[in-house]
């Protein structure tokens, strides 16, 4: 901008500082950000939040503690959108270790996660750990709902586990009424492949028929109850 004789402002900086963010650029939104105190001009937190997004996703989560801790002494006062930042990295890089740590110091700080945060973190848990998410997401009020479950079978499927997406949808119909004829149903009946069922059948397409209660699938020539649909996928034959 300089060279165009066009003097970046205060605003020019947060924006570029956040777009360099979202491509994973370390150098850039740090030099910016030395920039923008040489200046004398403070941070506030959307930058704040740009530079400890991209120091998790680079691997340095210690920096990233250390500017939440700078933003607890001389402000801005970190929230739950500054704990997510840290967490949504880490769980996409599958240190789901740290993120439960960085967890636990959000609750220390009394600041509540939200349903994002709880989303983030289902995705390192089993069947069994993901239930127990579950209690503390319905002991918060903060569902689970719909995107919880569908979130949840993607994970699932993603990795192999068709059996813990059975599980997990059996619990779900339990919890919420209603839940089992959504999205969340079709995505149970249409992600299998033969390989996760061990060869046994295909399950997709298969069409929700509410008044019969029964699942048809047109293109294998059978039925399955609801009831034997929270079977493993091994036993579906």
Not at 11 to 28: A, E, F, K
Not at 98 to 117: E, F, H, K, N, Q
């Amino acid at each position: 901008m300089s060279k165009c004789c066009i003097e970046p402002d205060w605003t020019s900086y947060i924006h570029m500082i956040s777009g360099y963010s979202r491509v994973h650029n370390l150098y850039d939104s740090l030099r910016l950000y030395d920039e923008m105190k040489r200046r004398g001009w403070a941070p506030g937190l959307e930058v704040y939040h740009s530079l400890i997004y991209v120091l998790t996703h680079e691997n340095c989560l210690t920096e990233a503690l250390k500017l939440v801790d700078r933003m607890k002494e001389s402000g801005p006062v970190p929230d739950s959108t500054t704990y997510n930042l840290i967490i949504r990295p880490l769980c996409e890089n599958a240190r789901f270790e740290d993120a439960r740590s960085v967890l636990a110091r959000m609750l220390g700080d009394g600041i509540s996660p939200t349903i994002d945060t709880y989303h983030e973190l289902l995705k390192g848990e089993n069947s069994e750990g993901a239930l127990g998410v579950l209690d503390r997401m319905n002991k918060a009020g903060l569902g689970p709902n719909h995107d919880t479950f569908t979130c949840m079978l993607d994970e699932y499927f993603k990795s192999g586990e068709p059996d813990d997406a059975l599980k997990i949808w059996s619990a779900m119909k339990m919890k919420s009424s209603g839940l089992e004829n959504d999205l969340s149903l079709r995505k149970l009946v249409e992600q299998p492949s033969p390989g996760q069922c061990k060869g046994k059948m295909k399950l997709s397409p298969f069409i929700v028929c509410q008044k019969e209660s029964v699942w048809k699938a047109s293109d294998c020539k059978m039925e399955v109850t609801m009831s034997q649909a929270t079977r493993s996928c091994s036993d579906l034959t």
